[in-house]
């Protein structure tokens, strides 16, 4: 079965540092997308960033940053320069199909980092 | 609209009754999913539509649940008999088709609450 483990239920900063939000995933399929989303207090899970399994560079779009690491099945997210903002839920997600329900494009989620910025 | 719609936002029932929640995909979307998330949880999965087929309905937690998109665009999703567990977020999802993962766009959900 698929799985995917945010091992930090809850990380506080002030504004302006950097903050990294981990993610390891389990899967038996070689071919698989990793995805991370953000769902903020309205409760809409926006997308943010999808990776194959078979792309392992690295991924900068403005403050947001993503490290994927297929050795330590890791997947990890960096926020620099934080700003209140960013406050949200971060969820890591995982796609593959053979072993998650909804076909190839169903996800299997983690629980979730609560991120809190404070100014 | 532009995104994906769900009604009602807020739902609250009587331990027993019958609900019904809907959800309107992006207009063109052939793969519509729901998921049930609960309180401080990750989304987890309850069914797949491919159009009108329900292609795998695995997630669903017992034969309360119901789920149907019978002209393959707008999705209900029905629970009867509701129970106190069942009290969460459900969220719906549709993506352009079930090819390469592409990303599934999600609605704002509807919170139920089993009283």
């Known amino acids: 079965a698929q799985k995917v483990t945010q091992a930090q239920t809850e990380i506080s900063v002030v504004e302006k540092e950097d903050v990294t939000l981990d993610c390891v995933y389990e899967?038996?399929?070689?071919?698989?997308?990793l995805f991370w989303y953000k769902q903020p207090p309205s409760g809409e899970l926006v997308f943010l960033i999808r990776?194959?399994?078979?792309?392992?560079q690295n991924e900068i779009s403005g403050r947001y940053s993503w490290n994927f690491q297929k050795s330590t099945s890791s997947f990890n997210f960096t926020i620099t320069a934080s700003q209140v903002v960013d406050s949200a839920v971060y969820f890591c997600a995982l796609s593959g199909g053979t072993y998650s329900g909804g076909g190839a494009d169903g996800l299997t989620f983690g629980k979730g980092t609560h991120l809190i910025i404070q100014p | 609209g532009a995104g994906v719609s769900q009604s009602p936002r807020y739902k609250v029932a009587k331990r027993g009754q019958d609900v019904a929640l809907r959800c309107d995909p992006i207009s063109g979307h052939v793969s519509l999913f729901w998921y049930q998330q609960a309180l401080g949880q990750g989304p987890e999965f309850l069914t797949y539509?491919?159009?009108?087929?329900?292609?795998?309905k695995s997630g669903l937690p017992s034969d309360r649940f119901f789920a149907e998109r019978p002209e393959g665009s707008v999705s209900t999703l029905k629970i009867q008999r509701t129970q106190q567990e069942d009290s969460a977020v459900y969220l719906c999802a549709s993506s352009l088709a079930s090819q390469g993962a592409r990303k599934l766009f999600f609605g704002s959900g509807t919170q139920l609450s089993v009283l």
């Open positions: 539509f491919q159009n009108e087929a329900q292609l795998d």
């Open positions: 899967t038996r399929d070689t071919t698989y997308y």
């Open positions: 990776r194959n399994s078979f792309d392992e």
